[in-house]
């Protein structure tokens, strides 16, 4: 028997688990909460852009989730012991890119940084950076164009550059103390292989070509003679940066004696090369050609993969395609949400100033509602659009309100907003060519939320199943690991082998009701004026929109009615 | 010394007041709610557009409270005897036609229409009758376009004739047994006089020509022809209402023996005709040309004079410009939104699910904050627009949400939503001829919140004063009374002279705070933006909306700060 371990860093906490190779039974999930800041992320009431971490809380999380994970695992299964873990891998959100000093220590870590939170993780929903994204969208279409046309034709304020430019123009002392910056997804393997030396951190293509414009189209990163167009520094750091990206076929290095000793696992078993969360993620849930699986938690991130020898375009407005960003020999394309768990949770806390018995409350009256019957319409931008609109100066918007309107039914328009937002992106992803038959998804909102999925599945027409593991980020990882292992350590030899052993669906699928579905058109074609209005995108009529609502609204009404 | 009695009817009470006529002193209120229905209003869940109320208890109502205002008044004043009283004024909701039989009975008085909602009194925001409003504007813009160019050119649900038609559609019953159809506030006056045939009930011009289609220029209501258009049976109840429609300076009245005993007057003291409660409220609030009363309240009701040989010119979208409506002598002009204090009660209530206490709190915090400061924006349709789009068929919105937008940022932009309504109905009116040099607030919103006039001043532009009674329009009707009692019985000869002595200002001036209005300046042109389009004005880019609400926030938010 052999065993991988899969770490997952999420927004909030981290979590590894111990997974059995051969059928990919979980047996030891162990969670650790971060303890600095709110919920782990260091907040600024006077900026609602910055959002950091501190690195302290990775190392010391990894260290105590992993030894209570193997402890776990040696009480569920008599055949488990540390000695047969032959892999590791790791996953983090990003990007988050962190400054490192010339020995690849965070600089967080050391003493003479501490308090000063530009040195600390530049966490992804760090928005600070959105005037330094702005300009470099600008100079990419006059100088580059290729640079973004795989990335949505918009580079982000949640991405790699922007950041450690603003860090640049904002904390000159922390950028010119840093000697190079390692994402997060990075760096965590890089530590567990005891690098001291950031130009041998070996570097995930996921990250890399998602967020940071590398492609061997161009040789790697922007060249230096664009990156002195933003900054002569930027163009210097370069040099201190890296000229390869790998996917998951390669390890990121195997485990040093230190964390051997502070993990209590094998030294030298190999580490994943790291990457997204929702990358290996997408792994856990089964992916391949046509399925589409979708994250869906505080944000959505969604993930497809089309074969490398595809002729395809680029999607304008999809995050990135990046060859070999989630599995090897495919393009992988990432798009997402800004914001999905993380409106509802506004609207219960900060709107209704409610709690966990209101959502289920909430959840419970609006399951009970039809489509269409509120006359409500909502945008869900309240943290920016990502895709397809790849622009975080979007707000969120509320239409159709009337004197008795109720929450449950704006908790209801919140959810079909997101829904139809996951529509816009699917819709424009498909007719780039990606073929998306099914749908998988996971995540903590996925599997709470039957309501939700089934309003996504009239919504997107389409059926849905759910990832039967509740850590797919974590499976994932350790898939990943299981691959590196090789079939002669008890892993296996290719992805597919791995996922069909290890990566399982829920029974339960969510199928399109078709009267549901029909209701949803009408709304989805409200959805894509009032998207496209405000979005930017086309100047159009609205004048019949609340009309057209109200119509909608007494046609449900009444025939429910009838059906009485 | 003498004495008149004003009887003001609201949506949820009747209050009478008995007022000292040589000062406007109030000497005893008196308030009776209805207990009919919610708060005084029948409602029917499962139509949300249906509001009745019931006639037994506005009679009720005032046979008690004039009773107890009338021994509150002895008390406090040494001079004051019941005897002294030298006149009745009475103003009402509207319009809210009351089915009446031919001895001028409402049918809902009688028993065999007890529990038919059909035959109560169909309050003004009842809007079960907007596809009948909406036949009218048509067959009016067709056949009649000068019947409606003086109400906005949009016949409302609210009004008397869509109203009665919709009855004969949906309970022709009640149509066919209704001998005629009276205003509430033009039935009051007949009762108390004792009339019990409904063709000699004196009806006032203030309802006739803004809600029923009278006017001199086409001989009084709307012609048979165009009656039979919509239904042959109202060309003939045609006979059956009115041929003339009477201004303030001639009583509707005198009281009867029989009502003299019921209120304790004295018989045949004259009774004023009848008006709604904004026209009379702003009577009591001192309504001049150049003063601009609004009426702030659950809705909003405004009201302008000039002098009626002005060349006035239609004025598109407002509800009415009627000969003789509130002063004799001048054209009134009334406006107003269809919800104000609703709106702010609605979010409270249903969406925070608070109480006054909430509200407290909520206006204490929106009261710290600077305009612009949200990055929100909100349409304040949630019942409709009165003004100047005339349209019930439309709704809220609330643009500009943020993860971390707070109740009271929401709270204060539907405040300010109210405000820039406001303005446009000012914009709209001033520019069609009707000077406006200041406003007059009343009604129970304009008396107890500051913040929200301080808003008004800055978005309006102008200085704002509270009127000093708490009962404008109770006091408007005393006001009537006195003149109609003439000098000769201790009243006035002359509005002027009467509104002189008896209404009064507060002190408290709102003056426009210069650094608001340069903010609520820009807001409005934003608001103007969403207006235009929500409203089918015209079509117009959106797509900087949410970025230019973004880009004040951050200026409000540096300005503050440069300020600490």
New interface residues.
């Given amino acids: 028997m052999a065993y991988t371990i899969g770490v997952d860093y999420g927004s909030n906490s981290v979590r590894s688990i111990v997974v059995r190779c051969c059928d990919g039974v979980e047996l030891g999930v162990s969670v650790y909460a971060y303890p600095s800041g709110e919920a782990g992320i260091l907040l600024d009431k ?1 900026d ?1 852009n910055l959002a950091r971490q501190h690195p302290g809380d990775y190392l010391e999380g990894i260290r105590r989730t992993v030894r209570e994970a193997v402890l776990l695992a040696t009480k569920a299964d008599q055949s488990f012991s540390a000695d047969r873990v032959v892999g590791i891998g790791v996953d983090s959100t990003g990007s988050s890119p962190i400054p490192v000093d010339a020995n690849n220590m965070a600089l967080a870590l050391k003493p003479e940084w501490r308090g000063n939170w530009d040195a600390e993780c530049w966490l992804w929903k760090d928005h600070t950076s959105f005037k330094e994204a702005a300009r470099i969208t600008a100079l990419c279409a006059e100088h580059r164009p290729e640079y973004i046309a795989k990335c949505g034709n918009q580079y982000s304020s949640e991405w790699f550059w922007a950041k450690i430019w603003h860090c640049l123009n904002v904390a000159p002392e922390v950028f010119d103390n840093a000697y190079s910056w390692v994402e997060f997804c990075d760096w965590i393997p890089s530590v567990l292989s005891g690098v001291r030396d950031p130009h041998a951190v070996k570097r995930g293509i996921c990250a890399a070509g998602h967020k940071a414009l590398y492609s061997n189209d161009w040789g790697g990163l922007p060249d230096e003679e664009f990156l002195a167009m933003l900054d002569p520094k930027l163009a210097a750091l370069r040099g201190r940066l890296y000229d390869q990206a790998y996917d998951a076929s390669e390890p990121a290095g195997f485990l040093s004696g230190e964390w051997s000793d502070a993990l209590g696992l094998p030294m030298g078993i190999p580490i994943a090369i790291g990457a997204f969360d929702v990358h290996y993620g997408s792994i856990g849930s089964g992916i391949e050609e046509g399925v589409f699986v979708k994250v869906i938690g505080t944000s959505t991130c969604d993930c497809g993969v089309v074969k490398s020898d595809t002729n395809l375009a680029d999607i304008p407005g999809v995050c990135g395609v990046v060859d070999g960003s989630i599995l090897p020999g495919y393009f992988g394309i990432e798009a997402g949400q800004s ?1 999905v768990g ?2 509802f949770a ?1 609207f219960v806390k ?4 409610g709690d966990d018995a209101l959502h289920a409350e909430l959840t419970e009256e609006a399951n009970r509602m039809k489509p269409g019957e509120s ?1 409500l319409l909502a945008l869900d ?3 920016g659009n990502r895709t397809v609109l790849v622009d975080p ?15 449950a039914e ?1 908790y209801r328009a919140l959810i079909e907003a997101t829904a139809f937002g996951a529509r816009m992106i699917m819709e424009r992803i498909e007719s780039h060519g990606v073929p998306i038959e099914r749908l998988v998804c996971t995540g903590g909102i996925a599997e709470k939320n039957p309501m939700l999925m089934q309003i996504y599945a009239d919504v997107c027409g389409r059926e849905i199943r759910i990832s039967q593991s509740e850590q797919t980020c974590a499976l994932g990882s350790a898939i990943v690991a299981a691959v590196l292992a090789s079939s002669e350590k008890g892993g296996f030899d290719d992805f597919e082998g791995a996922q069909a052993a290890m990566s399982h669906l829920k029974e339960k699928a969510y199928a399109p009701i078709p009267e549901n579905q029909e209701i949803y058109e009408s709304l989805f074609s409200l959805y894509r004026k009032i998207h496209d ?5 086309e ?9 057209d ?2 119509s909608l609204k007494e046609k449900v009404r009444m025939n429910s ?1 009838e059906l009485v």
């Avoid at 979007?394 to 309100?401: D, H, K, M, R, W």
């Fill in positions: 006077n609602h914001a993380d409106i506004w900060s709107v209704c100033r006359g931008w309240n943290n100066l979007l707000t969120g918007a509320l239409i159709g309100q009337t004197l008795h309107t109720s929450q704006i209005s405000f979005g930017g995108v100047v159009s009529d609205l004048g019949r929109v609340m009309k609502l109200l009615l």
